[in-house]
């Protein structure tokens, strides 16, 4: 089988993804039976590759490097992501483009343009699924095409797919979870006496917070990721701007030593519960102590625990995710995606 794909963003999971997709190549002919071609790449600032036959991901990663995609013969440059995605013929087409807090745009517009054309969809964006899961969901259902997610929350960690898979008739009562590395990264830095600004400047070091920490520090990442999970886990139907934030911005070092002479740490914690009726979403700093699954939790590490009418509390952990298990989370879906296919199963 030969399965065709369009990516729509090629920032560091994208090239990353790139990479994944030749180093498992002859694992996925001689395992899976497929043959995966990228016909077509559009980024923001790098141009845009459109092509009848598979783009040699090599030379596009070499080129890539050098700051901009190579020239591929095609008058395809100037086209914008949507103008790709209604140019290109692939089967997915794979969102990978930046997060814009205040609205998921342009990258709901991506979804709906490709599922409207019948093409099935990935994205490790997490911000059509914080602000227009509902309206995708439904696209995706009555276009008779897929609509997976798996990499926007927590990396390549199974949380969409486990309980899907795994947990058939259970019911999602409750969200609880350390959902952003960079703000738990900084907190651990300043429990080990750094200031908040030396901190931030660890955290950018490392790779992990840009250069405006704003989103990570000021708790929106968090809040577009619980956000997500509950929209798809608990039915939320809610946006980031409705969630109750505060970040640890005005977490002083004082309060970290308060904290530590308790037996506690300070962490970002996201919530999601149900009050009535209602379902309300909280980010906030909270001081948890041993008895929490959350105390190991450190570094760039994360981890959910959902509370469950039947299986009681199951708590996931990912320990210092890099790259790699974005890309695999893309990939996953992928492969999720064909046997979906295989099996006529929406």
Known sequence: MILRLALVGFGNVGQQFARLLMAKRDWLLRKKGLDVEVLAIATRSRGSLLSKRALDLERVLSAIGSGSLPAYGSDSTALSPIGIIEKCDADIMIELSTLNIDSGQPAIDHLRTAMRAGMDVITANKGPIAWAYEELRDIARSKGVHLRFEGTVMDGTPIFNLVERTLPGCEILGLTGILNSTSNLILGEMSRGKSMEMAV??????????????????GWDASAKITALANVLMDAGMNPKMVDRLGIRGISLEEIREASAEGKKIKLVARAFREGSSIKLQVRPERVGPDSPMWAVDGTSSSLTMSTDLMGDITVVESSPALTQTAYAVFSDMLLTVEAIRHGTI
């Open 201 to 218: 400047q660890e955290a950018q070091a490392r790779g992990i917070a840009e250069a405006d920490p704003s989103l990570d520090v000021d």
